[in-house]
């Protein structure tokens, strides 16, 4: 049975809101839920309705740095209480796809911990020598010396996979260069382009589906940017939802040749029914 997603008719001057009747809800973090570790208005109520109505949910990350349960923790500090087993993250789905792809392979990793222990929980071995793949994630600290190691093990063959294609990332002090960024630097020397894993991947969207056991034809995708989110969740057959409170402004969704299937304010402008 599908479920819909109805918009009620705003009294005059009031912000659109979106009444979501579906089983599934996949949301992105930031820019939907948090804002710079800091809780956007409704985010704790929206998180509520989807316990109190029952819902499968799951909060998405293209952020590779932290596992679920650091990310819980993190969260949770903000005021938002999301168990980890409601966190999807890019590491999960690129370590849920490497195993389908050749399980029990080797790995060469540029990235922290919450990229590692997702694929040693799937029974990866970590190492520099012939690995299956270099597997490229998030990290605060990209060192050349490891990059160069990398460019070398591709050079001699090891297929090349990144979470997530994101160039830049936020800090408090203004953008950082992200995995994307380090991606192209790699290609650029190798000649070899990655597989990115993370949205906008659909297989990300598909990957967080599986894990709760819920169907497209049934799920809604909230996100804050048209490239990553909204794109990702409508090629995975998602209705979408787009708010404002994020990366993208309401006049920038005219660029892209697609749609949302609806915009709104933001998360405190989604109903949960």
Known sequence: MRH???VSKPREGDPLTVHIDAESVLTDMDGVLVHEEHPIPGAEAFIS??????????????????????LSARLKNTGLDVPPECIWTSALATAQ???QQRPGGTAHVIGEAGLTTALHE??????????DYVVLGETRT???????????????????????????????AGSLPATGAVAA??????????????????LMMRSALNAIGAHSESAVMIGDRMDTDVISGL??????????????????????????THIVDSIANVVVE
């Open 235 to 260: 090629e995975a057959g998602l209705r979408t939802v787009l708010v404002l409170s994020g990366s993208t402004a309401e006049h920038q969704t005219d660029v892209f040749p697609y749609r949302p």
């Open 122 to 131: 799937i029974g990866y071995v970590l190492s520099e020598r012939h690995p």
């Open 142 to 172: 990209y060192s050349f010396e490891a990059i160069t190691r990398a460019i070398r093990l591709i050079e001699r063959g090891s297929r090349f996979i990144a979470t997530n294609p994101d160039p830049t990332g936020p800090s408090s």
């Open 49 to 70: 309705a989807l316990r109190d109505k029952g819902k499968r949910w799951m909060v998405l990350t293209n952020n590779s740095i932290f596992t679920p349960r650091d």
């Open 185 to 202: 630097l790699i290609t650029k020397a190798t000649g070899v382009a990655p597989y990115f894993v993370g949205k906008p991947n659909p």
């Open 97 to 99: 796809f490497l195993n």
């Open 4 to 6: 819909d997603v109805a």
